[in-house]
């Protein structure tokens, strides 16, 4: 009989030391950071499959949800060789995510300082800290059961279709799902909440989990002590929080509260009956697909725009320090990993924009969960209709992203060949 054991943890990974903010450019003269309003987690999820008793023929797989707004890819290679190295999980079954939150450590160096600039020692840190966290998971893994609800939050709204005139609705994603890990005494051992919904609701110059974090604390104490429940963002980047009409934005007195309605809304679904989820031998794969850039920039161009003050006069002086190496495309990576019969995770490197969820969603047949900021970062993956359209997500963010350009039109199809390739 195929038995499942999880290990779980939750470790501070709050600076101790004043460090910039990452997510909003508004900060990029406010200096370090004033205060915490809310600490910073990574939850760690370790999963074992084999036989009950043998040593041999063990599958090992970490998912880490971190209070970070990603992880940075220029460190997660290191990292994922460094767990594979002491723990023996191979780098492939290693997913780190991040919650997205815009109120902690930047932790990349690829980008133009207006997202935050990273601290070196903080991320010697995070790395160390994390390394202990999965240690303890792996001395109290126990077999669980697997379960899953689907629910509701209204909290998400297209924030793209808000500023459009005349405003539209957008597309969103309002299922909040939820996998519960129960231990044999039926108690609950861990959470998995997966929403697509962004953690921007203040740009106060506190480190704060914002409303995900405010969140899963409330659960974890709804549920009992020792759960550890983890949010899994999903394709939320043209998603951010909202009351129907319009964006909500505020201090950290609204990020409570929104905090706490959303902890509503997932009481309210672990509430609902519970789908078995039917187990199987932990899986994962792996596919790279490269993603076209619409063109390269010119030195005669960047030399002039170099000149430039803001953001544009950054981004050209990092494209003319780089223009030997720049390639004409962008290499997307997607990791599955197969807890069960009946769900998946589906790891991106990318900030995706909710169409791409809702079309994972569908060919798997709601199979796979879609969650990006996993294993790197590197900019926004548009539509090609968004492409179109132009804004923030298509063109504008791919300076601050020190991306070369933009994507070229069919980004779509590419993206969406690579996923059926992939998912069916």
């Known amino acids: 009989m195929m038995i499942i054991r999880l290990g779980v943890s939750k470790v501070d990974i709050t600076p101790e030391f004043s460090v910039p903010l990452a997510g909003f450019a508004v900060r990029s003269e406010l200096g370090a950071f004033e205060g915490v309003s809310h600490r910073l987690f990574a939850r760690i999820f370790v999963f074992v499959t084999g036989d009950k008793d043998g040593d041999n023929d063990k599958c090992y797989a970490v998912l880490i949800s971190a209070d970070l707004i990603w ?3 220029d460190r997660v290679p290191t990292l994922k060789r460094r767990i594979h190295e002491r723990f023996g999980i191979a780098e492939d079954a290693i997913l780190l995510h991040g919650t997205h939150t815009h109120s902690g450590p930047q932790t990349s160096s690829l980008f133009t300082s207006y997202l935050g600039v990273m601290d070196e020692n903080y991320i010697a840190l995070l790395e160390h800290i994390v390394i202990g966290g999965i240690e303890a998971a792996f001395l109290q893994a126990e077999p669980v059961q697997i379960e899953q609800s689907s629910g509701y939050s209204p909290l998400g709204i297209n924030r793209r279709g808000v500023v459009k005139s005349l405003p539209e609705t957008g597309p969103a994603d ?18 998995f909440v997966h929403y697509a919904c962004h953690p921007v609701i203040t740009r106060d110059n506190f480190v704060s989990s914002e409303y995900i974090g405010v969140a899963m604390e409330a659960v974890e104490q709804f549920v009992g002590e020792g759960t550890v429940a983890a949010f899994l963002q999903g394709t939320c980047g043209d998603i951010n929080p909202g009351d129907g009409e319009q964006v909500i934005r505020g201090n950290n007195d609204v990020v409570m509260q929104v905090g706490n309605d959303f902890a509503e809304c997932v009481i309210n679904t672990l509430d609902k009956p519970m789908q078995q989820i039917t187990p199987c031998d932990l899986q994962w794969r792996t596919t790279r697909v490269e993603l076209p850039l619409k063109s390269l920039p010119e030195r005669s161009q960047l030399e002039l725009t170099a000149q430039s003050s803001g953001v544009l006069g950054e981004w050209s002086s990092l494209m003319l320090a780089r223009l030997e190496c ?3 495309s962008i290499p997307l990576e997607l990791i599955e990993l197969k807890l069960g019969e009946e769900l998946s995770l ?3 490197n990318a900030e995706v924009v909710v169409d791409y969820g809702l079309y ?40 601050y992203f020190a ?3 933009s994507f070229d039109i069919t980004v779509e199809s590419t993206v969406k060949e690579a996923l059926v390739n992939l998912l069916i």
């Open 71 to 73: 992880w940075g890819s």
């Open 174 to 191: 309002h299922e909040l799902r939820v996998i519960r890990f129960r231990k044999v005494d039926g108690t609950t051992k861990g959470l």
């Open 326 to 328: 720049l390639s004409p």
């Open 346 to 348: 589906l790891g991106m």
């Open 360 to 399: 994972i969603k569908q060919i798997s047949k709601g199979n796979v969960l879609p969650i990006g900021y996993t294993n790197g970062m590197f900019g926004y993956i548009p539509t090609a209709q968004q492409l179109i359209e132009g804004g923030y997500e298509t063109h504008e963010s791919t300076l």
């Open 403 to 405: 991306m070369p350009s």
